[in-house]
């Protein structure tokens, strides 16, 4: 009896929360459906990515890409691990500056006549 009960109670808690895209409730994480590595926060939250829905086009031009991104991401939709890059080649830049040719210049100048 505290079974049926139990199973009641859990079925109008998950009919109280509304559901998102992908079918999973509202406020659902990647983590929680998807065994993850090293993502950041937002890979973790798709609701936090917004401007999402469809963009006006010309019919005889209409895309499946269009169909496609006008959809917000879902958990199903994240990715489930991420490998970032490393810096060290722009860190170097930014503190010696860009390369500078400082070869010689044999070409004619221009009449501006």
Not at 33 to 59: A, H, L, M, S, V
Not at 84 to 101: A, I, T
């Amino acid at each position: 009896m505290e079974d049926t009960q139990a199973g009641q109670h859990s079925q109008e808690t998950m009919a109280q929360r509304e559901v998102g895209p992908g079918g999973v409730p509202k406020g659902a994480e990647t983590s929680q459906y998807y065994k993850t590595f090293n993502i950041p926060g937002r890979f973790d939250n798709p609701e936090w990515f917004q401007g999402y829905g469809p963009k006006p086009q010309n019919p005889m031009y209409m895309t499946t890409a269009n169909q496609y991104g006008a959809m917000p991401p879902s958990v199903h939709t994240m990715p489930t691990s991420f490998h970032c890059k490393s810096q060290k080649f722009s860190d170097h830049l930014g503190k010696c500056g860009m390369y500078r040719n400082q070869g010689f210049n044999t070409a004619q100048d221009k009449s501006k006549v």
